[in-house]
């Protein structure tokens, strides 16, 4: 079984200043992980997903995330927070099988940030 | 219209009404899910269709019934519902690999009274 755990349900940073938002999973195979973002009152928008390349993916808005395989994390990083990133972010790891891709979330974790 | 459309965006029902969501996707996709995403809880999957049929329903009570017609639509008819039951009902959509993005469309807003 598959699970994902986001520490910190929320975040709060000052614009300008580096963002880090947590992600840990368990996987008994080789994880495809994804990070996304709710604004207020909308679905869920792709920023970015690992798919056993590049272990420093680049995603939309300036985000990006690191896959390390020995601490089981994909933490997202930003280094320059803006207002309009105020939203909550999930991340999720997929789970390929006859069903397609099956993902499971997160948390998500409250983005705050302060002018 | 592109991505995935969700109507209506907003739903208010008695608890002995039927209604129906629906949610439709533009992208030649071939899976679709329905989720429940309720305050303070992590997002839970409830159903899953391929070539619209159904391949995984999370144990979800039956007062909820899905219902896919063809790949690029696909329903949740809604009876006798409960207070909470109330919830941000959002659809995605995706390719037939465990590798591909789900992508999502606005949800439903939904409140029971």
């Known amino acids: 079984a598959q699970s994902v755990t986001q520490l910190g349900s929320h975040v709060s940073v000052s614009e300008g200043a580096l963002v880090l938002l947590r992600c840990n999973y368990s996987?008994?195979?080789?994880?495809?992980l994804f990070w996304y973002v709710q604004y207020p009152n909308q679905g869920l928008q792709l920023l970015l997903k690992y798919t056993s390349a590049a272990t420093l993916v680049k995603g939309i808005n300036g985000f990006e995330a690191e896959f390390k395989k020995s601490e089981t994390s994909f933490h997202l990083t930003k280094p320059s927070a803006h207002m309009s990133d105020a939203a909550e972010y999930f991340c999720a790891v997929s789970d390929s099988g006859p069903s397609g891709s099956r993902l499971t979330f997160g948390e998500g974790t409250q983005l705050t940030v302060n002018p | 219209e592109t991505g995935v459309t969700q109507t209506p965006r907003h739903l208010v029902m008695g608890m002995t009404n039927k209604k129906s969501l629906k949610c439709e996707q533009h992208?030649?996709?071939?899976?679709m899910y329905w989720y429940k995403q309720s305050a303070k809880k992590p997002l839970e999957l409830m159903f899953v269709y391929n070539f619209k049929e159904q391949t995984e329903n999370n144990s979800v009570p039956s007062r909820f019934s899905p219902e896919c017609p063809n790949s690029s639509h696909l329903f949740l008819h809604l009876h006798t519902l409960q207070p909470e039951d109330s919830a941000l009902y959002l659809c995605?959509?995706?390719?037939?690999?465990?590798?591909?993005?789900?992508?999502f469309g606005p949800g439903t807003r939904l409140t029971v009274l």
């Open positions: 995605a959509s995706s390719s037939l690999t465990g590798t591909d993005t789900q992508y």
């Open positions: 992208l030649g996709h071939n899976a």
């Open positions: 996987s008994s195979v080789p994880p495809y």
